[in-house]
């Protein structure tokens, strides 16, 4: 990296660039730096100071392809940003250099048969509104649908709303075709389709610009939403895992809150009682009476409900699972911090309540349920009240000890995250397509070392 220019020269590298937005003032480079990595106290003393030096907005695939060959014959570390709202410091760079922003691509080319296909930058929200003027709809969606990209959805995210039925991104089928354009100084524009995808699926962009995706899509239906409540927790939790179960019932969503969850909640006060244990609920509107049956079978009482063409407007439930959760508790309480976790083997739930009594005071239950490899599971992003980095990591320790996978969210680095071993398949590409590893520089542990 001995021959890197330091900034302001980088500045005239790229002022040739026709078209090319840069972003240099101070103020906007900071927040084009960072992302939502303060959910994490531990990644907030890491990361809270790491900064670009420019900040480039292209316009087209021909600009991206410019900005990588300068950046490769310069040694200029490069980080792709979508949309920012990653939790783990994917999008910070750690080594100073350009962060390239794709919110500008943002077309979406085709909806057809079931299979659209968008330009990495392109909101989620706007393929689901055209995906559904056509009939169809997501598959899956992260919480933050209003903000995030599908470029960053797939390089950073994991899955959301709908993984109850199509299970989670990197599942077989779920991402179809995949654009890249290397970062050389004569940069490769390549198309990897089928298995070959998953060389870049939850890389963190760490090998290569993602510009163009192929993504599934799902028959659209009209969904409802509703809110049950229960007078106790494991209740609560059962009804979830039976409703995930009942295979005649149609879900996207089952999200359910030990108190006192629901009490952060503010916009949803009128239909949480306080102490109450709640399950948020997206369900097929056809399918609200056996819904509405099977909660009393709990005991529940469904406290709200909002009819499916009503549910596109105003608040939806959406904004209240998945991360939002963690991010309506901080708001409460900025000490709250979370963990990610999947109970693969505990179909009774006894390993549910067995960590939510373990740990009660200090740790609340909040569970997604998700399809994994054919079984309905619950995924928990309890919340923690942190007080020391030392208890956090006992707390993870002690879920990894009883079989719980815990995907770690209080780290940047890529391998240690989720699943804890090195991805070769992703390791061997990056070497092809960043042969100066200089893409997002030190987010991929085994990645080589700069030259
Ligand atoms: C409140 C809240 C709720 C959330 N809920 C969920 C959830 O339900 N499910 C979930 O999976 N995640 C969730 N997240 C995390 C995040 O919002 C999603 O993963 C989202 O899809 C990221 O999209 P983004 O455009 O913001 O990506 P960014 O944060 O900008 O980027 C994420 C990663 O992708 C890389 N990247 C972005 N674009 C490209 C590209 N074109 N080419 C190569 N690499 C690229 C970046 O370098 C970075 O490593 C949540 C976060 C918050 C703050």
């Known amino acids: 990296m001995s021959d890197r220019p330091s900034y302001p020269n980088y500045q005239s590298l790229f002022s040739a660039l026709q078209g090319v937005e840069i972003i240099d003032q101070p103020q906007q480079v900071a927040r ?29 695939v021909e600009q991206i392809i410019a900005i990588c060959s300068i950046c490769a014959q310069h040694q200029i570390p490069l980080t792709v940003r979508g949309a920012g709202t990653g ?57 933050t649908i209003k903000t995030a990209t599908i470029g960053g959805f797939i390089a950073g995210g994991s899955g959301g709303i709908g993984s109850l039925r199509y299970g989670q991104l990197r599942d077989r089928g779920n991402l179809r075709s995949a654009t890249v354009i290397s970062l050389e100084v004569e940069p490769q524009t390549i198309e ?31 969904w409802a939403e509703a809110i049950a409540i229960f007078p106790d927790f494991m209740t609560c939790a059962r009804f979830g895992q039976t409703l995930g179960n009942s295979d005649g019932i149609l879900c996207r969503m089952i ?3 030990s108190h006192p969850i629901p009490q952060y909640f503010t916009a949803l006060k009128n239909h949480l009682p306080h102490s109450c244990h709640c399950a948020l609920v997206l369900i097929a509107a056809s399918d609200l009476e056996p819904f509405t049956e099977l909660v009393g079978e709990f005991g529940g009482t469904v406290t709200y409900q909002k009819p499916a063409l009503e549910a596109q407007k105003g608040i939806s439930l959406v904004e209240f699972s998945w991360n939002h959760t ?35 005071g200090e740790l609340f239950t909040h569970l997604e349920f998700i399809r994994m490899q054919g079984q309905v599971i619950p995924a928990g992003i309890q919340l923690v009240k942190y007080r020391t980095a030392q208890r956090l990591q ?16 209080h780290t940047y ?3 240690d ?35």
């Open 326 to 360: 963690t991010l309506h508790a901080r708001s409460s309480d900025p000490q709250i911090t979370y963990l990610q976790s999947l109970f693969v083997n505990d179909p009774q739930l006894s390993l549910v309540q067995h960590m939510a009594e373990k740990f009660s």
């Open 394 to 409: 006992e707390i993870i320790d002690y879920h990894e000890a009883h079989g719980v996978l815990i995907a770690n969210p």
């Open 32 to 60: 084009l730096s960072l992302d939502y990595y303060h959910f994490s106290p531990v990644l907030t003393s890491l990361l809270q100071d790491r900064r670009a030096d420019l900040v480039l907005r292209p316009q087209n």
């Open 255 to 257: 999200s359910v809150h």
């Open 417 to 451: 995250g989720g699943m804890k071993t090195i991805n070769h398949e992703q390791l061997a590409f990056k070497r092809r397509v960043d042969p100066h590893n200089l893409m997002n520089v030190g987010k991929m542990k085994f990645a080589a070392t700069p030259s």
């Open 87 to 143: 939790n783990y410091g994917q999008c910070i760079p750690l080594a100073g250099g350009i962060v390239l922003d794709m919110t500008q691509l943002s077309a979406i080319k085709s909806i057809s048969n079931g299979i659209a296909r968008v330009e990495a930058g392109a909101k989620l929200w706007q393929i689901e509104k055209q995906a559904r003027e056509q009939g169809w709809e997501l598959r899956m969606f992260p919480s």
């Open 192 to 222: 990897l389709r089928g298995s070959a995808v998953q060389q870049i699926n939850h890389a963190y962009g760490t090998n290569g610009v993602i510009t163009e995706l192929e993504i599934p899509l799902a028959p659209a239906v009209d």
């Open 413 to 415: 680095i890529l391998e």
